[in-house]
């Protein structure tokens, strides 16, 4: 527990994570990573896509969830059942999240500190799913600014915001390069779900 964040450290064994990376090969095959901008205009340095009824998405008239591929204009493939087992296991909610966001971080991307905050029940919680390249992962405070922490989250890592932490401040400073073997060609993928609406 960090700051009320939960962090299931190795919950994938090594097979696995190999199985959920195949399934979310084949969702970036049906809706394919795109690069989203920032209010201002700027690109991300992620790449992006999701699975499930909604899509995260982001462009200069801002934050939300949409029902259709920005690119394909196609509805997002379903939330494979190996994530949402996790869900289960982590969260024992009988609700499914509506939400999968894939997060592609390449040797130089990184996310800024935010709040996850586009969803309309800050009861449920956000479990988050590293694999690949270890990250640099900040936690802050629900109010803006004061003091944070870090920790590195590895391949196979769960983490939880929930509850009291469900608004906290966080964000990934940066990737290690070459620390997992996991995703041919290096990278990170992080998968964030969410109950939505
Ligand atoms: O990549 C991560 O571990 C965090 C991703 C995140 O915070 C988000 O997508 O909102
Ligand atoms: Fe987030």
New binding site residues.
């Given amino acids: 527990m960090l700051r009320g964040v939960a962090v299931f450290r190795e919950f994938l064994p090594l097979d696995d994570q190999g199985a959920m990376l195949d399934e979310i090969r084949a969702v970036i095959a049906a809706a394919p990573l795109f690069r989203p901008v920032t209010r201002w205009g700027r690109p991300m340095s992620t790449r992006m896509t999701s699975a499930g009824r909604w899509g995260w998405f982001s462009d200069r008239r801002g934050y939300r969830y949409v029902g259709t591929h920005p690119e394909t204009g196609e509805p997002f493939p379903p939330i494979p059942p190996s994530v949402l087992a996790v869900w289960e296991q982590v969260t024992g909610l009988a609700r499914q999240p509506d939400c999968c966001?894939v997060?592609f971080y390449d040797a130089r991307a990184r996310?800024g500190l935010?709040q996850?905050r586009d969803e309309a029940d800050f009861t449920y919680p956000v479990v988050?799913i590293?694999l690949g390249d270890s990250?640099l992962?900040r936690v802050g405070n629900i109010e803006r600014g004061g003091s944070t922490e870090s920790l590195w989250?590895h391949s196979g890592d769960v983490l939880v915001m929930g509850g009291p932490a469900r608004l906290v401040h966080?964000g990934?400073d940066r990737i290690r390069p070459s620390s997992s073997t996991l995703i041919e060609g290096g990278g990170r993928i992080?998968l964030?779900l969410r109950v939505v609406k």
Avoid: G, P, R, V
Wanted: glycine share 0%; hydrophobic share 45%; net charge negative.
């Fill in positions: 966001l997060n996310m935010h996850d988050s590293s990250a992962f989250l966080h990934i992080n964030t």
